[in-house]
């Protein structure tokens, strides 16, 4: 654990004020739910909570299946990180923190298609991040849980109508999951 040397008092109702500057590093948005552990010494550790997080290993099953049936590498992502990756770029993606651009992609709702007049859409925030070839956003209950992206595939310009129903038909499957 790592020591910020910020200290923060209890108010009279029981809450307390985390620092712009550590909400920001952790993408902590408002309405963000954190989950809270306590240890006997009387740690109190507050930690993200992702929804999509309880659905990692089925999410990493349908990557690889996805990433089998169309061929391009592929990942799952949580509106702060990619939890789930297939294909030759897994490693270049697995865990890592995901670009502005893409936040804005989910934000907006809608799916994103490399050379609809929009801009390169780098995956990760990384310097030398792969650009992703589709997006689609992962709704549930209304609200943006993440979303499904889809590389380029080797000699393909961009993807065709049938990657783009297979990839939102994942995520509206796993925004389905989600509700249950």
Do not use: W
């Amino acid at each position: 654990m790592k020591a910020t040397g910020i200290v923060r008092r209890i108010d009279d109702l029981g809450r307390i004020v985390i620092p712009k500057e550590i909400r920001r590093t952790l993408r902590i948005r408002e309405g963000d739910p954190l989950e809270i552990y306590t240890e006997k010494d009387g740690e109190v550790i507050f930690k993200k909570y992702s929804p999509m997080g309880d659905l990692e290993g089925f999410a990493g099953e349908i990557c690889e299946s996805l990433h089998k049936t169309i061929g391009a590498s592929c990942a799952i992502c949580d509106r702060d990180g990619v939890i789930a990756a297939a294909g030759s770029r897994r490693r270049e993606l697995l865990e890592k923190s995901i670009s502005p651009a893409l936040e804005r992609v989910m934000e907006n709702r809608g799916v994103y298609v490399q050379g609809e007049g929009g801009a390169p859409l780098a995956v990760t925030d990384a310097a030398d991040s792969p650009e992703a070839a589709l997006a689609a956003p992962i709704l549930s209950a209304g609200d943006v849980m993440g979303c499904v992206v889809l590389l380029p595939q080797e000699g393909r310009p961009k993807p065709g109508e049938t990657e783009r129903k297979l990839a939102e038909m994942v995520a509206g499957f796993l925004g389905r999951q989600m509700e249950e």
